[in-house]
């Protein structure tokens, strides 16, 4: 019996010490990783984790505010009374996080008044809460877009909305051609937008951010995103551009402007799943008013919302080469540039296969245009 305590105990204090050991080294490498990852002189804080706990009543379920593949986002209340958003990372382990890392070095790297600031970050590790990060930003009181637009609640306003619209419009702009290099977000979604005391828009989640010379194109082997908001190039092939986001950012102006959401599977008709085939539909009818949020028609500026609506079917066009960069859309939003003609979509290849049951063909009318259409628009 002596021995066998013995021997508990010494395979205890091996463990606590190689435990302690792989702890000690998360902590180190990720301190130093987040120092090169952060320009200096950029104002970021250190967070310890007695300090983030404390912010958050211990990550009281009260204070949870957002949750998703990353983590959970908890609101929390710093001893100067500054409310902050704690964004805690899930599935953290000793490895460098790719992630996380790039999104602290993307966010780091800009100051904008439409993009969500950082204001410091944390890492820890222990035996009851194993590895851990933590990202830490102001909190908008308003929380998220998607809580706005869908559903029955009190519904945003003609004026809340083109504000809005015009604030992720600019935040989109300064990330494609106001920092070197250019940054392409890649999840520009309703969730992704995060909306202050005044419903002013700021773009956040830059987890899946890329970094990249203005213009470029180059193909990703790892396709990430959102349904309903990716583009179909870069979707079905791989092909991302800043019109990759130019896309998404048509598709978000469509769901701002009608309330209806990017991909509805509750609608009677097939073909208008998509937000942007249902959009395409009533503007090859001539009813582009139909497009438009009944609950918004007191303002009686119904011609700049019409406006505002072709500008998110232009931007969200099949092929690449028609969707406008985010400055001209910019332009056209505010009034200061023509929207053009809106091209007709590419015509769909078809493709022939033999069915099983006899020598017949059935030609399929496939979902989508050919490569060449993508880009090119013919």
């Known amino acids: 019996m002596i021995l066998l305590c013995r021997i508990g105990i010494r395979y205890w204090r091996w463990a606590r010490t190689k435990l302690g050991g792989k702890h000690r080294r998360f902590v180190r490498i990720n301190r130093s990783l987040l120092s090169n990852a952060v320009k200096p002189n950029m104002g970021k804080v250190w967070f310890n984790v007695r300090q983030i706990k404390e912010a958050t009543n211990n990550f009281s379920c009260a204070n949870l505010i957002g949750q998703g593949s990353f983590g959970m986002v908890y ?15 899930k599935k953290c382990s000793v490895d460098e996080d790719s992630d996380f890392l790039n999104e ?27 590895c851990q990060r933590f990202l830490v ?7 998220s877009l998607d809580r706005h637009i869908y559903g029955n609640g009190k519904a ?11 604030g992720i419009a600019k935040g989109l702009c300064y990330l494609h051609s106001g920092v070197k290099p250019a940054i392409y977000h890649r999840d520009i979604k309703a969730s992704n937008i ?41 979707a079905l092939y791989g092909i991302l551009t800043d019109r990759s986001d130019v896309y998404s950012f048509g598709v978000l102006l469509l769901e701002i402007m009608s309330g209806r959401k990017a991909l509805d599977t509750s609608v009677a008709c097939s073909s208008e799943y998509l937000i942007t085939d249902w959009a395409w539909k009533l503007l090859k009818a001539n009813r582009v008013d139909q497009m438009v949020d009944c609950r918004m028609f007191e303002s009686g500026e119904v011609s700049t919302m019409e406006r505002f609506v072709l500008v998110g079917i232009l931007c969200a066009h099949v092929a690449v080469a028609l969707r406008p960069s985010m400055v001209e859309a910019l332009k056209m939003l505010e009034g200061e540039a023509t929207i053009p003609a809106i091209p007709d979509k590419p015509l769909p290849q078809v493709n ?11 030609s399929v009318l496939d979902s989508y245009p050919s490569f060449n259409s993508f880009l090119m628009g013919r």
């Open 156 to 166: 945003l306003t003609w004026e809340q909305r083109k504000n809005i619209i015009m």
């Open 352 to 362: 022939h296969r033999t069915v099983a049951d006899g020598n017949a063909f059935l």
């Open 137 to 143: 930003y102001d909190y908008l009181a308003n929380g």
């Open 104 to 130: 602290v070095e993307i966010i780091s790297s800009f100051q904008h008044p439409n993009l969500v600031a950082l204001r410091g970050f944390g890492v820890a590790s222990d035996g009851k809460d194993g």
């Open 194 to 234: 995060l909306l202050d005391d005044d419903m002013n828009a700021c773009v956040a989640d830059f987890g899946l951010a890329r970094k990249t010379t203005e213009g470029e194109s180059y193909l990703v082997s790892k396709i990430a995103g959102t349904h309903g908001y990716l583009a179909p190039e870069y």
């Open 75 to 89: 609101k929390g209340t710093l001893p100067d009374g500054h409310m902050i958003a704690v964004k805690r990372m």
